[in-house]
């Protein structure tokens, strides 16, 4: 079991807007900065948003993240067939004194 | 353009010690603006957490682990490893290799392609 909740899987059509959901506690997301991931299946995690909101050079701005009190969000608009993964969020966590994950979203484009 | 390499075997027997090691190449290794961490994922489950490590040597372990962690640094040789002693089954996942921002923004990139270790006899 997750120290992070994220719910196992979410779908949409192409073209639409699907939004990815972690929640946490003050002991974690309501204290430090959230990061995403996408992970296609048989490749290694892609680091997708960084500090709650920021993108790294070379992810679309289709991708956007936030944060409010103990959950963080993770937003892709414009959804294409190619943005189907798995989705992490990640960050750190007080009680464990090391990173902790959410379980994982399986996203499928319709 | 920084690069990570897990390398070390893909089979290991119940009870012995499985050992990996994370080559780094294209960028600085030695820094305190980054750690290095490893992390496991078995087969259709999520990420887990195993230990980190800075350049200088200070390493911290998932508690759930600890006992069963050693990971050390080699900065002659940009690489950091990780030895599981007494492993079972459980332990069969592969295992990746990042590096990660410190100064508490705690975000993974870039990751390495990952290896797959099998514990069975």
């Known amino acids: ?110 | 353009q920084l690069q990570l390499q897990e390398s070390g075997p893909g089979l290991v027997m119940p009870s012995q010690t499985l050992s990996l090691t994370c080559t780094v190449s294209g960028g600085s290794f030695s820094t305190n603006d980054y750690y290095w961490i490893w992390v496991r994922q078995p087969a259709g489950k999520g990420l887990e957490w195993i230990g980190r490590i800075y350049s200088r040597g200070s390493s911290a372990y998932n508690p759930s682990l600890k006992s069963r962690i050693t990971m050390s640094v080699d900065t002659s040789k940009n690489q950091f490893s990780l030895k599981l002693s007494s492993v079972t089954a459980a332990d069969t996942a592969v295992y990746y290799c990042a590096r990660v921002s410190a100064a508490g923004h705690n975000w993974f990139d870039p990751w390495g392609r990952g290896t797959l270790v099998t514990v069975s006899s």
């Open chain 1, 1 to 110: 079991q997750s120290v992070l909740t994220q719910p196992p899987s979410v779908s949409a059509a192409p073209g639409q807007k699907v939004t990815i959901s972690c929640s946490g506690s003050n002991s974690n997301i309501g204290t430090y900065y959230v990061s995403w991931y996408q992970q296609v299946p048989g490749t290694a995690p892609r680091l997708l948003i960084y500090d709650d909101h920021e993108r790294p050079s070379g992810i679309p701005d289709r991708f956007s993240g936030s944060k409010s009190d103990t959950s963080a969000t993770l937003d892709i608009t414009g959804l294409q067939t190619g943005d189907e993964a798995h989705y992490y969020c990640g960050t750190w966590d007080t009680t464990l004194s090391g990173p902790v994950f959410g379980g994982g979203t399986k996203l499928t484009v319709l």
